[in-house]
């Protein structure tokens, strides 16, 4: 079976594997809720709540995946105006989107594959509404009268097209509207929730507007590293050649992994172009007709005569007025087209780049969506034993037992302290002296469960008068001990109540830890996941991947040497394993060595880094070699994949 038709079909064994993931994480967020309604004043309810958001997001992502397996989400992402609709329009081939030179696009609009082109409004409640066209190019729109209060509303434009059979594309307001500030928000909101790749759109004939796209990049790559980039540098058809090589050297030196693929690009010549063809099989289909009709055709062509047809000079980049007028025996008709110059015709091969490389995104779809679940999971799992190590299954944290103790140890001391009164001063007020107490016990009553007759009874011990000092203390004696007797069952049943609770929520602990231990197991280890991965990042731009793989290749040979000299000294010498700071501390100079000779970008290195020191209990006691080795190869897969 082809990998597009798996990617289409969900297989049995693979639904079985979904829904059994899902179970999972069902039980995490119910066990969750459970232990947490367990705790007295939910002293654990944040920790748990964490746990229960991420699973609830783990949920969320795989219900998604398995629902809609097919497609890619590519999100147009970029400063307005940078061309973000005129690129739909030319993926489309269509004249979709509204294009102005204004910030124009106000909303969302995600663009599905449909028989015939339907467009429809979502409504908050999620209801759908079809709109016509009209409606539609009005609504999408930024009003210029009321540009501060643009409804945020969200459209779904079908449409039949091929391209939209695998991918689902987003058209987005962008960055950088001075005139508002929500489009950035919205923007941001579906970068975030939708994007499985990113199509970052850059003005090309704006050369100053890099430094700052770069530092954008970077801090939108922070959510999502690991989805694919594809920068478009578009309306390359009005940038001087200056402007161009500028860009992309620019782009060349500070790529550092931020995009998969560079390609100069005009949504203009494509357009052009795409009229032309139309024109001409317009043109061809009625001459043919005509011609099996057998009628007399007549054709003739006009151009432009201030910018003639032929002149080799400057025609490059400029585009010609051409008209065709057909003469038939029923009547004439007239074409009129722009031609496009040599330079667009190049253009319109990167146009055919752009279509393959979402074909090649399209077959990768499995592996993104498992990766970022992937990803998703190991955030889980990480918040989970983060949260859970702070939970203390002990009697106590069930019952009110600290508190009942501490009253306890205070009316003992309270009744010591009237002891040693009377006994230093025979004529003490005795019921001056349990006044306070019994304040304080009159305060306390309901929380420390004190019936009323019992500090009644408490009080009838303590008589106006006594005859001498011993009968003073008895009378102490019997005004305390009746309370401090009941408060004493009290925290024994109470520790009771507490070590039972405790086990029975140490046991639903343990069973919620081990469903976090077999959701990390799994897990696929990342080998797994790169090895399957299908080489497809061919980027237009850069060549220098083949040297500098070569390069780190043989910097791997040495370092090699020196690991297995350590590991021969530390089994031999020592007759110890390495531990994992040895090998952190041995490859962080490696590290060091690589970023300052090769200027390897650090993100990679560490990537790598962490991925060789990945504790794998399968094998927990790799050597120096072994590590070393799994790091390199990590490090040129990284590199295949960003350079
Ligand atoms: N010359 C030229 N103009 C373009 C190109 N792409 C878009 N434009 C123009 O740039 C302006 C903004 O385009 P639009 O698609 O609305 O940008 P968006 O805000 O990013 O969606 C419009 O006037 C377009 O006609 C291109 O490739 N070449
Ligand atoms: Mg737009």
């Given at each position: 079976?082809?990998?597009?038709?798996?990617?289409?079909?969900?297989?049995?064994?693979?639904?079985?594997?979904?829904?059994?993931?899902?179970?999972?994480?069902?039980?995490?967020?119910?066990?969750?809720?459970?232990?947490?309604?367990?705790?007295?004043?939910?002293?654990?309810?944040?920790?748990?709540?964490?746990?229960?958001?991420?699973?609830?997001?783990?949920?969320?992502?795989?219900?998604?995946?398995?629902?809609?397996?097919?497609?890619?989400?590519?999100?147009?992402?970029?400063?307005?105006?940078?061309?973000?609709?005129?690129?739909?329009?030319?993926?489309?081939?269509?004249?979709?989107?509204a294009?102005?030179?204004?910030?124009?696009t106000s909303s969302?609009t995600?663009?599905?594959?449909?028989?015939?082109?339907?467009?429809?409004?979502?409504?908050?409640?999620?209801?759908?509404?079809?709109?016509?066209?009209?409606?539609y190019l009005e609504s999408s729109q930024?009003?210029?009268?009321?540009?501060?209060?643009?409804?945020?509303a969200?459209f779904?434009?079908?449409?039949?097209?091929?391209?939209?059979?695998?991918?689902?594309?987003?058209?987005?307001?962008?960055?950088?509207?001075?005139?508002?500030?929500?489009?950035?928000?919205?923007?941001?909101?579906?970068?975030?929730?939708?994007?499985?790749?990113?199509?970052?759109?850059?003005?090309?004939?704006?050369?100053?507007?890099?430094?700052?796209?770069?530092?954008?990049?970077?801090?939108?790559?922070?959510?999502?590293?690991?989805?694919?980039?594809?920068?478009?540098?578009?309306?390359?058809?009005?940038?001087?050649?200056?402007?161009?090589?500028?860009?992309?050297?620019?782009?060349?030196?500070?790529?550092?992994?931020?995009?998969?693929?560079?390609?100069?690009?005009?949504?203009?010549?494509?357009?052009?172009?795409?009229?032309?063809?139309?024109?001409?099989?317009?043109?061809?289909?009625?001459?043919?007709?005509?011609?099996?009709?057998?009628?007399?055709?007549?054709?003739?062509?006009?151009?432009?005569?201030?910018?003639?047809?032929?002149?080799?000079?400057?025609?490059?980049?400029?585009?010609?007025?051409?008209?065709?007028?057909?003469?038939?025996?029923?009547?004439?008709?007239?074409?009129?087209?722009?031609?496009?110059?040599?330079?667009?015709?190049?253009?319109?091969?990167?146009?055919?780049?752009?279509?393959?490389?979402?074909?090649?995104?399209?077959?990768?779809?499995?592996?993104?969506?498992?990766?970022?679940?992937?990803?998703?999971?190991?955030?889980?799992?990480?918040?989970?034993?983060?949260?859970?190590?702070?939970?203390?299954?002990?009697?106590?944290?069930?019952?009110?037992?600290?508190?009942?103790?501490?009253?306890?140890?205070?009316?003992?001391?309270?009744?010591?302290?009237?002891?040693?009164?009377?006994?230093?001063?025979?004529?003490?007020?005795?019921?001056?002296?349990?006044?306070?107490?019994?304040?304080?016990?009159?305060?306390?009553?309901?929380?420390?469960?004190?019936?009323?007759?019992?500090?009644?009874?408490?009080?009838?011990?303590?008589?106006?008068?006594?005859?001498?000092?011993?009968?003073?203390?008895?009378?102490?004696?019997?005004?305390?001990?009746?309370?401090?007797?009941?408060?004493?069952?009290?925290?024994?049943?109470?520790?009771?109540?507490?070590?039972?609770?405790?086990?029975?929520?140490?046991?639903?602990?343990?069973?919620?830890?081990?469903?976090?231990?077999?959701?990390?197991?799994?897990?696929?280890?990342?080998?797994?996941?790169?090895?399957?991965?299908?080489?497809?990042?061919?980027?237009?731009?850069?060549?220098?991947?083949?040297?500098?793989?070569?390069?780190?290749?043989?910097?791997?040979?040495?370092?090699?040497?020196?690991?297995?000299?350590?590991?021969?000294?530390?089994?031999?010498?020592?007759?110890?394993?390495?531990?994992?700071?040895?090998?952190?501390?041995?490859?962080?100079?490696?590290?060091?060595?690589?970023?300052?000779?090769?200027?390897?970008?650090?993100?990679?290195?560490?990537?790598?880094?962490?991925?060789?020191?990945?504790?794998?209990?399968?094998?927990?006691?790799?050597?120096?070699?072994?590590?070393?080795?799994?790091?390199?190869?990590?490090?040129?897969?990284?590199?295949?994949?960003?350079?």
């Open positions: 079976m082809s990998k597009q038709a798996q990617t289409n079909n969900m297989l049995p064994k693979e639904e079985q594997r979904l829904t059994r993931e899902l179970e999972k994480l069902l039980d995490v967020i119910s066990m969750c809720r459970d232990i947490n309604n367990d705790f007295r004043r939910q002293q654990f309810r944040k920790e748990f709540e964490e746990i229960e958001k991420k699973a609830l997001e783990v949920f969320k992502q795989q219900l998604l995946h398995q629902e809609n397996r097919g497609k890619i989400n590519l999100t147009i992402i970029g400063n307005f105006s940078s061309g973000k609709s005129s690129i739909i329009n030319a993926l489309l081939g269509d004249d979709v989107c294009v102005k030179v204004n910030p124009t969302i995600r663009f599905i594959y449909g028989e015939e082109e339907r467009i429809f409004q979502i409504l908050s409640d999620g209801t759908k509404k079809e709109i016509s066209k009209e409606k930024h009003k210029i009268s009321n540009m501060e209060k643009t409804e945020v969200f779904e434009y079908q449409y039949p097209s091929p391209l939209l059979e695998n991918i689902i594309l987003y058209d987005t307001p962008g960055f950088e509207n001075p005139e508002n500030k929500t489009d950035e928000i919205v923007t941001k909101t579906v970068f975030k929730e939708k994007a499985d790749a990113v199509l970052f759109v850059q003005d090309i004939s704006k050369p100053s507007l890099e430094e700052t796209t770069k530092k954008r990049i970077e801090t939108l790559k922070k959510e999502k590293a690991d989805i694919p980039w594809i920068l478009v540098l578009n309306k390359a058809d009005i940038a001087s050649e200056e402007n161009i090589n500028t860009v992309l050297s620019f782009w060349k030196e500070n790529n550092n992994g931020l995009f998969n693929k560079v390609i100069v690009y005009s949504a203009k010549a494509v357009r052009d172009l795409q009229t032309i063809e139309r024109a001409q099989r317009e043109i061809e289909s009625k001459i043919i007709d005509a011609l099996l009709k057998k009628k007399t055709v007549s054709i003739s062509i006009e151009t432009d005569k201030k910018k003639p047809l032929f002149k080799k000079k400057r025609t490059s980049s400029r585009s010609q007025k051409v008209e065709i007028k057909l003469e038939t025996d029923e009547g004439t008709e007239i074409f009129e087209y722009q031609t496009v110059g040599e330079r667009d015709k190049k253009l319109f091969e990167a146009h055919k780049k752009l279509l393959e490389t979402f074909k090649e995104l399209s077959l990768q779809k499995e592996e993104l969506l498992e990766r970022r679940i992937q990803k998703l999971k190991k955030e889980l799992v990480e918040v989970a034993n983060k949260n859970l190590e702070k939970v203390k299954v002990s009697p106590e944290e069930f019952e009110p037992i600290q508190e009942l103790k501490e009253t306890l140890k205070f009316l003992n001391s309270l009744q010591e302290e009237a002891r040693s009164t009377v006994i230093r001063n025979p004529r003490a007020d005795l019921t001056a002296i349990v006044k306070d107490v019994l304040d304080y016990l009159e305060r306390k009553r309901k929380l420390l469960k004190l019936d009323s007759t019992l500090i009644k009874k408490s009080k009838k011990a303590v008589k106006e008068a006594y005859s001498n000092t011993r009968d003073k203390l008895e009378a102490i004696r019997d005004f305390f001990t009746p309370i401090i007797n009941h408060l004493e069952g009290q925290l024994k049943s109470l520790e009771a109540r507490g070590k039972e609770q405790a086990k029975h929520t140490g046991e639903k602990l343990q069973k919620l830890k081990d469903t976090i231990n077999s959701i990390n197991k799994s897990i696929q280890t990342p080998q797994k996941q790169t090895s399957r991965k299908t080489k497809s990042n061919c980027i237009i731009l850069n060549t220098r991947d083949l040297e500098l793989i070569r390069q780190v290749k043989s910097i791997w040979k040495d370092v090699l040497k020196d690991a297995l000299a350590a590991d021969n000294e530390l089994s031999h010498k020592s007759k110890r394993k390495s531990t994992i700071l040895e090998k952190w501390i041995f490859l962080k100079d490696v590290k060091k060595f690589l970023k300052k000779e090769l200027k390897i970008d650090e993100y990679l290195l560490d990537k790598a880094l962490k991925q060789a020191l990945h504790h794998d209990p399968r094998d927990p006691y790799p050597t120096f070699s072994e590590t070393v080795n799994s790091f390199f190869e990590y490090l040129v897969e990284l590199i295949n994949e960003n350079y």
